[in-house]
């Protein structure tokens, strides 16, 4: 084929889409080949149909694209979807009644869509350090999650909750006499180590397909089977009936609304999580955290620590 005649090709193509995408319509259907096809605008006019045009002849895989040719999202070329390639670690301070997923979404739109996970959730009742990985650093998600966790606890004494903290329905328990701080801290000790926890009804672990806080939602809340976990150190902050602060610091898996309940059973009192923050995953402390209404509505490398600088961080930390 000579070279007018694929650029006149060329040039036909160019002009279907732009006709299909814009609503143009030409005057000739048939156009001669040696000639230049005329287009009518019928709305607006299109003044970059010349690069498209060329692009098409050379080849140029690099998007080129007007207007009128955006709006023809029937056509699902490439240009259409554009994601960043940020690879990194962002630490996030995590607020009050935001959920982690929502803090996810947030922080990958400000981060021009880039592929995007967290390494551990938080419940949206409690707050503190919430690492999310951009990029390639969402293939080290599992390895983040196996790392030590911090938390410091408020757990109240006085009543049990359907969902083990203070969002549930309270069951008020009458104490003849309320523990005092040194029962607090000797019960504390039944929980260091390698114990076994059971799982609220309200968590996210799968069962019969389902999410256990919605079949608890659909009022039919299951009874998990407990599972081991470990608890490398727990220690009593404060405690004035019948608010006991605790921190600790824990493994995988580990449920803190779980040891307010069972902390409770074990002083012969009620007991929930009345706040929660966690202030470190392995080393990644609150110290390194940001509020998302700290952070730019751009996300862009300057903003993340490397994917290489945190598995550093990990080694050094032995994490």
């Known amino acids: 084929m000579s070279s007018s005649r694929r650029v006149a090709s060329a040039s036909a193509v160019a002009v279907a889409v732009l006709a299909r995408s814009s609503k143009l319509v030409t ?22 149909m010349k690069a498209i045009v060329l692009s098409s002849i050379v080849g140029d895989s690099r998007c080129t694209m007007t207007h009128a040719s955006r709006r023809a999202r029937n056509l699902h070329t490439p240009c259409m979807r554009i994601e960043s390639d940020l690879t990194g670690i962002f630490i996030v301070d995590k607020e009050l009644g935001m959920s982690s997923m929502r803090v996810v979404e947030i922080a990958r739109r400000r981060a021009g869509r880039a592929k995007a996970g967290h390494a551990g959730t938080l419940d949206p009742l409690a707050t503190g350090v919430l690492v999310v990985a951009f990029g390639r650093a969402t293939k080290s998600i599992d390895r983040l999650m196996a790392t030590e966790k911090k938390y410091e606890t408020e757990v109240d004494l006085s009543a049990f909750t359907a969902t083990d903290d203070r969002e549930g329905e309270r069951r008020e328990v009458e104490v003849a006499r309320p ?38 939602r659909d009022d039919q809340p299951q009874e998990l089977p407990a599972r081991t976990v470990r608890v490398h150190e727990i220690a009593l902050l404060e405690y004035e009936w019948p608010i006991a602060r605790i921190a600790m610091r824990t493994g995988k898996g580990f449920y803190v609304r779980s040891l307010a309940r069972d902390l409770g059973v074990a002083l012969g009192t009620g007991g929930h999580c009345a706040s929660l923050r966690r202030t470190a995953v392995g080393p990644f402390t609150e110290q390194l955290a940001r509020r998302l209404g700290d952070v730019p509505e751009l996300i862009d490398a300057s903003c993340v620590m490397t994917l290489e600088a945190a598995l550093q961080l990990m080694e050094s930390s032995g994490a």
Request: aromatic share 6%; glycine share 4%; hydrophobic share 35%.
């Open 27 to 48: 005057r000739n259907a048939a156009t001669p080949p040696s000639a230049t096809p005329k287009v009518i605008p019928t709305k607006f006019e299109v003044p970059t």
């Open 179 to 216: 523990p005092t701080r040194d029962d607090v801290t000797n019960a504390l000790r039944l929980f260091h180590g390698d114990i076994q926890q059971r799982p609220p009804s309200f968590s996210a672990i799968h069962v019969q397909g389902k999410r256990a806080y919605q079949l608890a």
